[in-house]
Structures are given as C-alpha cells and as structure tokens.
C-alpha cells in the first residue's frame, strides 16, 4: 500500500467512530509547535526588557521583536521543509543584513535605507564592536539610533535559538525539555550582562520569565514523557502546575525583595572602562593668562576683550562653566577620571541627546554661539545637563564623539569647538550657594607627596577657627583675601609673578613668599589644597559669571573653588571669597634687584593651553584624519578616479554577501559528506557513500529516478557513469548481506566513489563543475530520504531507521523485522550479476 493511499485511510472515520487529524500543510504549525512558538516569543519579549534603561522610547523592543519574529518564522519553515539547522542560521544571517539598515539606520539619514556597501558595513560594525559603545555610553541611549542592531540582533538570536533547540532531536526526554529553555536564559543572561546596575523591572526579568520558563519546562517534559510512554497528556495536571508555577513566580518577587534590594548587579559596565583618556588635554587653568587685561600690548593668543560666546536663556550673573580639575599631581589641577570613590559616574563617556542625571533644582533651556575668541576642546556648559544637541557644523559627529562627566558637569569635544558653532541644551541649575549649615565630606584621597609644602600654612592660618572643617576652610579663605594681592604679572615691576601652579609657584613663590601675590589660578589652586588638606573635598573650577545682556568675553572669565558637601553636592566657593583685588606695592626698580630682566621661570612641561585649538594633539591629528579623508575622496588609490571608491562601496557588499551564501551551500554539502562518510554504522557508510553519488550526479544535472521503491541498481542507470553499476551491486551486496561489513570495506567503497566521482566531474565543462558545486537539487528533500524501507536511496541504515524514535525493546523488535523484510525483499528481486 502507497504511503499516500495510507494517508487517506488514516483520514478517514474508523470503527470506533475515532478520526485522524491530517494537516493541511506541512508548512502549518500543528499545536505543539504554536505552543513552542508562543513561550518562544514571550520569553524573548522579557529578555530584551533588559534593554529599557539602556535606551528611550520603545524603539528597540519593537526592532528586537521583529527580529524574533522573523527568526522564529523562517526557524520553523526550514524544519518543516526538511531542511537542516544550519539553512536557518544562513537565512537569518542574510535577513540580518538586508533589514538592519531600514529598520536600525534610520536616524543616519536615507542613504542607509538600502542594503549598499556602506549600510552593510555599518550594520557589521555595530553587530561586532557596538557592546562597546554600548558599555561606554551613559544611558539611556537613542531609541532610534545605530546601537538598535544590539537588540536587533539579540532578538533574532533569542528566536532562532529557542525554537531551534525545541526542534533539536535529543535522545533523552529531559534534556529536550531543557535545551530551549537554557538557551533562553542565556539571552536573558547577556542582555542583563550589557545593561545597567539598576534593573529594568525585576518583576518582569525574574518572576515572570522564571514563571514562563518553568510552565515551557513542564509542559515540553510532560510532552516528551507521554510521547515514550505511549500514553496521553492530562489537562488538569497541566494545569494545575501552571497554577502553581504561576503562583510561585507571584510570591517569589516580594519574598526575595529584602535580600536584593542593597545588592547591585555584576554587569559588564562596571568593569569596562570608557576608551575616552581626557588626561591627554592640557590643563585650562594653566592657560588663565589668556585671559588678562595686556594694557594694550599684542598677543594673538590674548581673548580679554574678545567674544567667547553669546548665552541665551540664563539670567545674568549666571556661572557657566568651562571646565573642572578635580586633581592636583603637583605641576597643575587637571580633569580627571575616577577622582571620587565608589561607583559614581564620574568618567568621561558617550552620552545621548536625552542625559539621565538626576539632580535637585530649576530647569534652564540654554542655547550657546560661541565667539570669535573660543577656541578649543571643552564645552561651556550651565548646571547639570539634561539633554543636548548640536546646531551648527557636522551636528551628528559633534554628537557622537561629545564625551560628559556627570559628577564634574564637565564636557569635552574632542575635535574642538570653533567660532559660530551653536548648541542648546537644557540643564538642573542645582542650589550651589555655600551657606553657614554647610557641613563637608571628606571622602577623597589624600593629597600627593609633593603638596605637602601646604600644611603648614593651614595650620598656622586656621589656628583660631575651632575644629569644624567647614570653619577652618572659611578661615584660610578669609586670610588668603586680606593678607594677598592681585597681579596678572603684566607691569613692569610686577613681571617676577610668574604664571603657572606647580609646586614651585605655590609653595616658595606664592604661601611661602613674603608677600602673596598671584591671580585666580594661583589663588583657586592653593585654596584647593588648603581645603582638601582640611579634609572637605575641593576642586577648581574655570568659567565664567554671564554679565547683562548674555556676552561672554575673556574679561569676564575666572577661577572658584567648589567645596563638596557631607549630602554629596557640591557648593560653590566664590572667588572674591579668597582673592584679594588689591594690586601689591611697587617693586624695586628691577636694574637693582638680583633677578634683573625677565624672570624666566622654570622649565614647565604643561603643553600648550587646551583653548589654542590649532596647538592641541587631537587638533593634530584632526587635521591628519582631514587629509587623509580628502585623499580617499579622490580615490582609493592616488590617480584612480573616485567612481571607483563608489563602486566598491555599492557593488562590494552584495557581491561578498553572494559569495557568503555560495560558500554556504559549499560548506553545507562538505558537511553532509563527512557526516556520511563517519555514520555509526558501516552499513550506513555504504549507504552514504552510494548517496552521495546520487547526489552528484543530480547536481550535474542527470535525471536520476528517486523513490522508497526504485533499487540502487535502477538508480545506476540514470547514472552517467561506467562504475555506477558496479558499486551499486558492491553497495547491496554489503548492505543486504547475510553479515555486517567491516570498517575497512566501507572505506575502500567510498574511495571508490570519490574516485567515480570525480571521473564523472572531469567529463563536463567547467561552467556546470560550478553550477553543480552551488546547485540546491540535492539539498531539496525527496521521498526516498523518508522511506522506511527497500534501501535504494533512503541514506540510512534500514535497520537503524526501523527503529528510530523507539523504546530500546521494541526498537530491536522492530530492527530486526526490518532486517527479514528488506532480505527478503532483496532475493525476491535479486538477478545475476
């Protein structure tokens, strides 16, 4: 009886009134796949959950979901159309590439809607490298940025994962029930793993997919159960463990709470440090004397009474700040990474438009231009920003290489900002003033060996202001104002005050001197000192206090101390509460003293100030990236046109795509012949070996008959072949023979078939060697590779197949039935050689 005339009798009602469901198509889910199908997708729905606090909006769980979706599709039509596991992954990977830039790219403007070289490239890159700018990167991110192929890409990995492994054939019931939900877990695992200290919901990551994965886990083990037992699934044992996986996932939230609530996560953020080093840029306050009054001599460098920037949106006598130096290495204050302990953000990284930096105070929408007199790599910012854009210039890669430090409200550009760049933002102005309940912390860490010059001086100034540490600072402080005077080192006779804070300047030229004179970086420096050697945390601070009208000039800029207080924020310690205005008494003609002429003082490795962009080692290197990028504008190669570069970029990805998928099919064929070439049995190399003659010759192009009941020998016909039946008589003889081959006889036959194989190769073209290496004729599923018996095509071993999927008693039973049948099927039709 035909396998089809069975089908229609299966089909139709029996005697005991019973009738067999048929599906429609194969390509249509029976329920036990749509149940895999459903715990598929809503597990990955709570694994990327784990992305909501790395990224706005909703953007990425709807790319992430489309991703699972599209996997988990073309995961199941490949399984239903007989192919292997492996067809799914390529599939997957080209859908990868074609759709990851319409549905990821979109924020980079249109030229990356088609799947060019170009949008190709980019979608690699953020697939292989973007983790890092994920983990370096403050979130939350863009919800409609390049960093959406990250959730792109998890989704359709968790797709083709879980619905892969549900399918994978395992030999042991519990291991099949399991294999999909660990895989899961694991892309819950590294998503949580690349997102932040604080989760999304714990509610959703925990009880809810421990609930789901444990419900997939019972119901695919009571599956596998009543498939080996022969017996049937019971609805109210299924659901009633439901009910309790549900009710334990209910009560396991509120149970765990007190024990997790102090505890952070171990994710990677916390290890990785930002690539971003801000110590390679010079110090802004080594730079101050940029802007002093010159008295009406000519520097270029000299902004006094030029226009740093126009502000808009803050009233006057607003601080803007342009930089902050939270650590002092004994030649100047510098900005830092890293200067406060424990895990506050306090590092240069990558921000969004959007900054999650969540401080008390009143909400300003600030908008910048900045003048003619700015030059440079840092960023005059108000308070602490909530968000940012720039408006002017190459706006996109501004943003992209803008680097934020939420713990110094400090931001950097680094490849500088120039006159008539405008940007807006807006920012927390936090309660800075600095009050009498003000109470320090004293959290940083000591100050270096060669500041110890300061100690004595604050003891000697803070002898009489008691023991409270915030007394003391505001004793130094006032000392500092009334016994100091003020000089920029510009007048004849003041030109022995030298500018500079190193060790030297502030110990024996400054505190130590007898007489203390300097200007805001010599006295916001050593005030610094004093109140960090007190023991309340300081750092300086370079900006500038907006006069009317919003015109910020080089007149207007100064230095102050910000004292951190024992609640963590930080007040501000006005300049004119240490500095004296007072300019010092006229100095010896200088032909009299000992230091006649110009002081030069001494060797100072500080690089030029940060503000003379066109001096800085990234303005350098800016330049250098300028001209090379001109350089490939006009071709890859000097002399070549630039078309060519073009047609590279949109000709080279596709071409190396097709070759990806032709290399695919290669490997897959390669694949399939070693694994028939080292089947279990020797019976099963013979068979294999004979099949894969069959194959070639199909993929040559040769109409071979397929079929449960067409023999080897009538398959060697259509064989265009002089050994083809010869090895197939050698083939039956081993394979229907009254004792099983050996090891060393299967071998020899599959030499022999490469052998023929090949002959059969060099008797065509070259052209159709090619198109039979490519070909996907012998990839298609045919009926002999599902008959269970008669042995001419079907590429198993009869006996093996016979038993295949049952108990290990009645597998035997039913390998040896096959045995007698096939034999005997074989004399039947057995002819002389």
């Known amino acids: 009886m035909s396998p089809r005339s069975a089908t229609r009798r299966d089909a139709t009602p029996s005697t005991t009134g019973t009738r067999t469901r048929v599906r429609p198509h194969a390509l249509l889910p029976d329920r036990h796949s749509w149940i895999d199908i459903a715990f598929t997708l809503a597990l990955v729905g709570v694994a990327l ?179 080996v037992q022969g ?63 010159l008295g009406g001599k000519k520097n270029d460098q000299n902004v006094y009474d030029k226009t740093l920037l126009e502000i808009r949106g803050v009233p006057a006598e607003t601080r803007v700040r342009f930089a902050t130096m939270d650590r002092y290495d004994g030649m100047v204050w510098g900005a830092t990474d890293d200067a406060l302990p424990g895990p506050a953000d306090d590092a240069f990284q990558r921000v969004s438009s959007t900054i999650d930096n969540p401080v008390d105070g009143d909400e300003v929408d600030v908008t910048i231009t900045l003048g003619e007199g700015w030059t440079g790599v840092w960023l005059p910012t108000v308070g602490a920003l909530q968000s940012l854009a720039f408006d002017s210039g190459d706006a996109r890669a501004k943003a992209e290489l803008f680097r934020y430090n939420l713990a110094t409200s400090t931001g950097v550009v680094p490849t500088g900002m120039q006159p008539g760049d405008t940007y807006h933002f807006t920012a927390i102005e936090p309660d800075d003033e600095l009050t009498d309940e003000t109470v320090g912390s004293s959290e940083l860490s000591p100050l270096p060996t060669g500041a110890a010059f300061i100690q004595g001086p604050t003891e000697k100034w803070t002898e009489g202001a008691g023991p409270d540490p915030m007394d003391r600072v505001m004793a130094a402080a006032e000392h500092l104002r009334t016994e100091g005077k003020y000089s920029d080192g510009i007048g004849r006779t003041e030109r022995i005050y030298v500018a500079g804070h190193s060790v030297w300047r502030l110990s024996d030229e400054f505190v130590n001197a007898p007489q203390i004179v300097g200007n805001d970086e010599q006295y916001a420096a050593t005030m610094a000192l004093i109140a960090n050697e007190i023991g309340v945390p300081a750092r300086v601070v370079l900006g500038a206090v907006v006069p009317e009208g919003g015109r910020v000039t080089g007149a207007d800029v100064s230095a102050w101390v910000e004292l951190r207080a024992a609640d963590g924020s930080w007040k501000t310690l006005p300049t004119e509460e240490f500095m004296s205005r007072t300019p010092p008494a006229d100095q010896v003609p200088e032909t009299n003293t000992p230091m006649s002429g110009t002081v030069i003082p001494p060797p100072n490795p500080i690089p030029p100030p940060s503000d003379a962009g066109e001096q800085s080692d990234a303005d350098l290197k800016e330049r250098k990236a300028t001209r090379k990028d001109a350089e490939e504008d006009e071709g890859l190669i000097p002399g070549l046109p630039g078309w060519i570069a073009v047609v590279v970029t949109y000709v080279g990805g596709p071409i190396l795509l097709v070759a990806l998928l032709l290399g695919a099919i290669v490997a897959l064929k390669a694949w399939r012949r070693h694994r028939r070439r080292s089947a279990d049995s020797p019976s099963a190399r013979f068979v294999g070996a004979w099949r894969e003659l069959v194959d070639h010759a199909r993929d040559l192009g040769q109409v071979v008959p397929l079929g449960p009941t067409v023999t080897r020998r009538e398959q060697s016909v259509g064989i265009v072949s002089g050994q083809a039946g010869v090895l197939a008589r050698r083939a039956d003889s081993f394979v229907f023979g009254p004792t099983a081959p050996e090891p060393g006889a299967a071998t020899t036959y599959w030499e022999s078939i490469d052998a023929e194989r090949r002959a059969m190769s060099q008797e065509v073209g070259r052209w159709q060697r090619v198109r039979a290496a490519i070909s996907l004729r012998s990839l298609r599923r045919t009926p002999a590779r599902t008959a269970s018996a008669g042995g001419a095509g079907e590429g198993v071993d009869p006996a093996v197949a016979a038993g295949e999927g049952s108990t290990p008693a009645t597998g035997r039973v039913a390998r040896l039935g096959a045995r007698v049948r096939t034999l005997a099927d074989w004399r039947s039709r057995r002819t002389p050689d």
């Not at 239903?80 to 067809?87: D, E, H, K, L, V």
């Not at 992954?89 to 249109?110: A, E, K, M, N, T």
């Not at 930002?274 to 802007?291: E, H, T, W």
């Open 49 to 227: 959950t784990a992305f909501g606090t790395s990224f706005t909006g909703v953007g990425y769980l709807v790319v992430g979901m489309v991703g699972a979706v599209l996997a988990v599709v073309v995961t199941h039509a490949t399984r239903a159309a007989g192919w292997p596991i492996i067809s799914a992954v390529v599939i997957c990977l080209v859908l990868f590439f074609l759709l990851g830039g319409p549905l990821c790219l979109r924020s980079l403007g249109d030229a990356y809607a088609l799947p060019g070289g170009a949008t190709l490239a980019k979608v690699a890159d953020q697939a292989i490298f973007g983790w890092k700018d994920l983990l370096t990167t403050l979130p939350p991110i863009d919800g409609d940025g390049p960093l959406l192929v990250l959730p792109w890409m998890a989704g359709m990995l968790g797709g083709l994962v879980g619905l892969g492994l549900a399918h994978l054939p395992v030999r042991r019931a519990w291991l099949a029930a399991l294999l999909p939900v660990l895989g899961l877990a694991l892309v819950l695992s590294g998503a949580i793993v690349l997102g932040v200290r604080h989760p999304q919901s714990l509610l959703l990551q925990g009880s809810v997919f421990a609930g789901l994965a444990l419900a997939w886990l019972a119901i695919r083990a009571r599956r596998a159960s009543a498939t």
């Open 231 to 293: 017996g049937t699934t019971s609805y109210v044992r299924t659901g009633g463990a439901l009910v309790m996986l549900v009710l334990a996932a209910t009560l396991a939230y509120p149970l765990s709470a007190p024990f997790t609530r102090d505890t952070e996560r171990a994710v990677a953020r916390n290890w990785v440090e930002p690539p971003f080093d801000i110590g390679q840029y010079p110090s802004p306050l080594a730079g101050f004397r940029k802007y002093i009054d």
